[in-house]
């Protein structure tokens, strides 16, 4: 190997850094470490002139090994390798050390803030002489996708994709596409049909020769990687048929849009669901309004209707999300039964009022205006619906401890809807174990970041859409598909796809084939190949997470970029300047 | 629904309240005893009735107009006060008078004209049967000082007899109904000083500019204008007529009060009509029918008593006592209906502040005794 020739680059963040760490004290320290070339400092080393003065100096000082010791790799180690990259050096003979989070802004003192920094250098230094340089890999795309879950956001996905010129395998449980949409009637705030919105889709999804749609159907299994899936798609209906040949699929990407279901009203026992007739949830309500007529069991003109939200979201008891569309759900149904019966009073039950969306707040304005009497409650003390007397011209009393007035009062109802919330299917689990996909506490998918990919999840190649991810509406439904369409396309049209090199092997020759690491592995990435009787790690799968690496008992396994000697030679450093 | 009822003595926008509470941040009077606009709204948004008639709050607030400058709803909150106000005048009153009035412009203006032309027609036959219309005073007069005299003070008397009956209704309604803690009789006493003070100085309406920027204190010491010109002429009326409709000398004791209530008067009625023409204060965006009738009376009253006044002093006794017809012609509605209209709000508006302090101080009483017992009760 050549000799190492290191430069050394102090950022000072504007003054993030440079107000508690004495910058040009780190950058002569480091200037008299072994290897290192020179030592400069910047103002911001992530702006152009920034990166310019590293490509510059890895021309004019054949520098071939680089520390920028600034922010949280997570910001911009992308960053400085693409200037590694431009100035011909392989990207991974970098080392950052993080001297803004770990130091200046965690720190008061300047000059133990100086010292730590002097010694997080030190470990970086002493880290990236043993760097090597790796090449990353790439593989073929297959453009074939598959889609799970055929209501709206599948749907779209699915469109999306085969407009494109691309094949769709799009799975749905149900008899028919639509999901939970087609039991909705008008959809708020702009009382746009529902069925409207989903035919359209539903005739296209069926016209379009490119999406192959499976009903009744599941998805069985999965294997493979990103670009390389193979998909086991299996008929429901066909066990009883006898016709249970299962289709096998080849895909290169997988889109999860598998939806929510309503929370059980029976499980909260005040409301009486299930056992007061008039007690309906909101989906039995759109099943009166879509047949034309809003009324009691008896069969009477409500004169008072009651809708009660948050039923089973916003509580510790059951979910403590909130369910985002029933507020104005609730608002739309005021509407609706105001509209279909002028003479009727509506009392709007509720915790807190979330208008947050486009064209919600004045829509909550003209249920105001239209004299709808809104009572808030305290989150853990709900109404409680009795059965009225006979005396009372009404079928049922809600007793309410008013927030907003501090008074307890007694309102009537003839029918009271109770606003139902999203929960995860009861088959996410199953869904989840076969993309390989993790959920969280409450059963929804976890994306792979929250706010910057909302889409994608921790393995490469899923993508989730939707409400299965969490509870949302509409037109954030219809959003997340066509990102995750718009991600999936992007792949394909570059047709192959780069894997970063931070993977680990299997040295074959201290392999003892013991397959402890295969059930280890969180990404499903270590096959074992019977023939030579070692395990395998399938580059293009693994994440370089190390659990393999420190598992093994034979030490067979190497961590690229994250060997022993290079994270014992951080260390090293880490003390010595200690 | 009440709501709806409430609609027609002006509170047309208090649905549109989401209860942010910024009307009582804004509010120069709202405490932590009496917590208005906001809980006003939302007890008439719930429509509880009952509940209301027993608050004080809508006495307490003078329409600044704040908090609908400040309302990011357009709820109106100011004139939702002034509305349960109106109510409340119809809820204290138990003939239903005031209601009728209220909820119909048509039915108060066929009322004032019946009772006018009544009492026209009343004092045109008294007038004619014992005197000339050329005579005005002494021997012979179409409407001598003494009969005038015994006229006023009939109306006074039926007057006073609604006023005393409606303010012991509110007693009630406020003291007993709506008080559930015990109430000392001393209290009563301790504060009985608030009456006078609150009713001549209107301090309160003073105050409203206390959390503005630039001070405006002119609506206040033009309304305070219009009131001791208003109880002024009142008092001369019903006590001093026989000095001040005597002529020929002029008696400058009396006299002198009857000129300013006169400038009281006229400076304050101008200003509102123009207010309420111009509607450069939020508070008189609004104007109710009653409001109205109201200016326009009191304004024919004004013309009439002056012109009267001029055609006595001039010697032009016959057009004096045609005036002087018609100027009683709209006192005497004028003064029948105060007990059923905005203008209670002279006896209403102090008592209430005097019955707040008391309940305020009784209040006290009761959470000090609360908090000396051993227990603590959740």
């Not at chain 1, 103002?43 to 490509?55: D, H, L, V």
């Not at chain 1, 340089?133 to 085969?162: F, H, K, Q, R, Y």
């Amino acid at each position: 190997m050549k000799e190492s020739r290191t430069g050394v680059y102090v950022c000072m963040c504007g003054t993030n850094i440079a107000k508690i760490v004495d910058v040009e004290a780190v950058a002569a320290y480091a200037s008299a470490l072994p290897n290192v070339v020179l030592a400069r400092t910047y103002k911001y080393m992530c702006s152009n002139p920034g990166q310019e003065m590293i490509s510059q100096d890895i021309r004019d000082h054949q520098l071939n090994r680089i520390v920028v010791a600034a922010c949280s790799p997570n910001m911009h180690e992308r960053t400085f390798r693409a200037a590694l990259r431009s100035a011909g050096l392989n990207q991974y003979l970098f080392e950052m050390a993080n001297i803004r989070e770990q130091c200046s802004w965690v720190h008061s003192d300047p000059k133990e803030a100086t010292e730590k920094a002097k010694a997080l250098v030190h470990a970086a230094v002493s880290r990236v002489q043993l760097h090597e340089e790796l090449e990353s890999m790439s593989v073929d795309m297959c453009p074939n996708v598959l889609v799970i879950g055929g209501g709206i956001a599948g749907m779209t996905a699915a469109l999306e994709l085969a407009d494109a010129g691309n094949n769709v395998y799009l799975v749905e449980k149900a008899n028919h596409l639509g999901g939970n949409l087609a039991r909705v009637d008008l959809t708020a705030p702009y009382l746009y049909s529902a069925r409207d919105l989903l035919t359209e889709r539903i005739t296209r999804t069926f016209n379009n020769k490119k999406i192959h749609t499976y009903l009744q159907s599941r998805v069985s299994g999965l294997t493979g990687y990103i670009g390389n899936f193979r998909a086991t798609i299996e008929s429901l209906n066909g066990k009883e048929a006898g016709n249970n040949k299962p289709d096998e699929v080849e895909i290169g990407n997988v889109v999860v849009c598998t939806g929510y279901r309503e929370f059980d009203a029976s499980r909260i026992v005040h409301y009486g669901y299930g056992k007061l007739p008039n007690v309906i949830t909101s989906f039995e309500l759109e099943k009166m309004i879509r047949a034309g007529r809003i009324e009691t069991r008896e069969g009477k003109i409500p004169k008072y209707v009651a809708i009660i939200h948050c039923v089973g979201s916003r509580s510790q008891e059951f979910h403590s999300y909130c369910s985002r569309v029933c507020c104005m759900t609730a608002l739309k149904y005021a509407h609706e039964i105001k509209s279909a019966n002028p003479e009727s009073y509506i009392s709007d039950i509720y915790i807190d009022m979330h208008a947050f969306g486009k064209g919600h707040e004045d829509f909550y304005r003209k249920s105001s205006e239209a004299k709808t009497l809104f009572l808030m409650y305290e989150k853990g003390d709900r109404p409680v619906i009795h059965k009225a007397s006979p005396k009372d011209d009404c079928e049922m009393l809600i007793e309410v401890n008013e927030k907003l007035s501090g008074e307890v009062i007694e309102i009537p109802a003839d029918l009271v809807i109770l606003m139902v919330g999203m929960e995860a299917r009861e088959d996410s689990y199953e869904v989840a174990r076969i993309v390989n996909i993790s959920q969280d506490k409450e059963g929804w998918f976890i994306e792979s970041h929250p706010k910057l990919e909302p889409v994608a999840t921790t393995t490469d190649g899923i993508f989730i859409a939707g409400t299965c991810v969490a509870p949302k509406d509409i037109p954030d439904s219809v959003a997340q598909a066509r990102a995750a369409a718009a991600r999936i396309l992007a792949r394909i049209a570059k047709e192959r796809i780069e894997v970063d090199a931070l993977y680990s092997e299997v040295n074959e020759n201290l392999c003892s084939g013991c397959r402890l690491c295969n059930q280890l592995c969180p990404y499903s990435a270590i096959e074992f190949i019977e023939e030579k009787k070692h395990s395998h790690i399938i580059s293009a799968l693994c994440k370089g997470c190390g659990v393999c690496v420190a598992a093994c008992p034979s030490a067979a396994i190497k961590g690229r970029h994250f060997t022993d000697q290079q994270v014992l030679a951080q260390l090293d450093g880490l003390f010595v300047a200690g | 629904m009440f709501i709806d009822e409430l609609d027609r003595f002006g509170a047309e926008d208090v649905q549109l309240c989401y209860q942010c509470g910024d009307c009582s941040t804004v509010c120069p009077h709202a405490d932590e005893v009496y917590k208005f606009p906001r809980k006003s709204m939302r007890l008439l948004q719930m429509g509880l009735e009952q509940k209301l008639e027993t608050t004080l709050e809508p006495w307490l607030c003078y329409y600044c107009g704040q908090c609908s400058e400040q309302c990011p709803r357009d709820a109106d909150p100011g004139e939702t006060m002034m509305s349960l106000r109106r109510w409340l005048i119809s809820r204290y009153d138990f003939t239903g008078i005031s209601r009728m009035f209220f909820k119909s412009r048509i039915t108060e203006v066929l009322a004032i004209i019946a009772v006018a032309l009544l009492t026209g027609a009343f004092l045109i036959y008294y007038g004619l049967s014992g005197g000339s219309i050329s005579i005005y005073d002494g021997e012979g007069a179409f409407l001598p000082s003494t009969f005038i005299h015994r006229f006023d003070l009939t109306i006074g008397a039926i007057l006073l007899v609604f006023l005393v009956l409606n303010a012991i209704h509110m007693w009630y309604l406020v003291m007993i109904k709506g008080t559930p803690f015990n109430v000392p009789w001393w209290l009563y006493l301790k504060e009985l000083y608030q009456l006078p003070w609150h009713f001549f100085t209107q301090k309160r309406y003073a105050d409203c500019e206390k959390k503005r920027e630039h001070k405006v204190y002119m609506p206040w010491l033009l309304h305070l204008g219009l009131m001791l010109g208003y109880v002024t002429m009142l008092l001369l009326v019903m006590v001093f007529i026989e000095q001040l409709q005597a002529g020929p000398a002029i008696l400058w004791r009396v006299h002198i009060f009857g000129y300013l209530a006169s400038v009281g008067l006229i400076a304050g009625t101008i200003y509102f009509i123009r207010s309420r023409f111009k509607k450069h204060y939020i508070q008189y965006k609004k104007s109710h029918g009653t409001d109205w009738v109201f200016v326009t009376l009191l304004f024919i009253i004004v013309v009439t008593g002056i012109a009267q006044h001029v055609f006595h002093r001039t010697g032009l006794y016959e057009p004096a006592n045609i005036t002087y017809v018609i100027h009683l012609m709209s006192v005497v509605p004028w003064l029948l209906r105060m007990p059923f209209s905005k203008w209670a709000h002279l006896i209403y508006r102090p008592l209430a502040m005097y019955f707040s302090a008391v309940r305020r101080e009784a209040l006290m009483r009761q959470v000090s005794i609360l908090n000396s017992y051993p227990v603590v009760v959740k």
